[in-house]
């Protein structure tokens, strides 16, 4: 199943990313491909 991923750059650095059809389902990391990495993890 495919989710839409939303990502959003932080002020203090780094990227948070969030699954809008799954309310819990947000994740922090410090690149984009981290990020990345951690919301197909959440996903799972």
Do not use: D, F
């Not at 495919?2 to 203090?12: G, P, R, W």
């Not at 947000?26 to 996903?43: F, P």
């Amino acid at each position: 199943m495919n989710y839409q991923v939303v990502l959003e750059s932080s002020e203090e650095g780094g990227y948070t990313a969030y699954v809008p059809a799954l309310p819990a389902c947000i994740s922090e990391g410090n690149s984009k491909e981290e990020v990345l990495n951690n919301i197909r993890e959440a996903i799972e």
